[in-house]
């Protein structure tokens, strides 16, 4: 009975298709991992240190990361969140032994894009302009957005990874 309501609400596509489908997921994926590493690595130091609400906006703004929220993210994000719908959707009606590392990857990719849309892109906002925060909300804010912006890169590293081996499958 799951399997024919599965199979009736997802279409399963031929192999082919399903290549053209995940291949520039990964291509995508792949962007935005190294991106985020690149962020992680450089970026974010530069503003991480800062101990109150006028040093954050300041170094935000200096460093770069603000600005690569509205020409690099506002130009790949769209197009992360419709191929990871659509390899979603393409995954849950796939076969074995492909199914399980594509709904593995896709899923962890809509679950990190909702992440970042409800908290990381909201809290980055509120740090560049949390002048009513003090000295230490500042800082257990920006500790704590690091900690979790660390946990989501470690999930989109296993995201690309597990494309990649369903890709190989």
């Known amino acids: 009975m799951r399997k024919t309501l599965l199979r009736t609400v997802f279409r399963r596509f031929s192999p082919a298709t399903e290549n053209r489908l995940l291949r520039p997921f990964l291509v995508v994926t792949g962007l935005v991992v190294g991106a985020g590493w690149f962020e992680m690595r450089v ?8 101990s109150n609400a006028e040093e954050v906006a300041e170094a935000l703004e200096r460093s770069g990361h603000m600005a690569s ?3 690099f993210w506002a130009l790949v994000s769209p197009a992360a969140v419709l191929l990871t719908a659509a390899n979603l959707y393409a995954a849950v009606g796939s076969e074995a032994p492909r199914r399980g590392p ?10 990190t894009s909702a992440a970042t849309a409800a908290y990381f892109v909201p809290e980055l906002h ?3 302009s949390a002048h009513d925060l003090n000295d230490r909300q500042v800082r257990e804010r920006i500790r704590r957005r690091v900690r ?4 989501r890169l470690v999930a989109l590293t296993a995201t690309w990874y597990a494309g990649l081996r369903a890709l190989s499958r």
């Open 43 to 50: 970026v974010i130091p530069q503003w991480a240190e800062a």
């Open 69 to 71: 929220g509205k020409q």
């Open 102 to 111: 594509w709904i593995l990857a896709s899923g962890t990719a809509a679950v």
């Open 126 to 128: 509120r740090l560049s």
């Open 148 to 151: 979790l912006d660390q946990v």
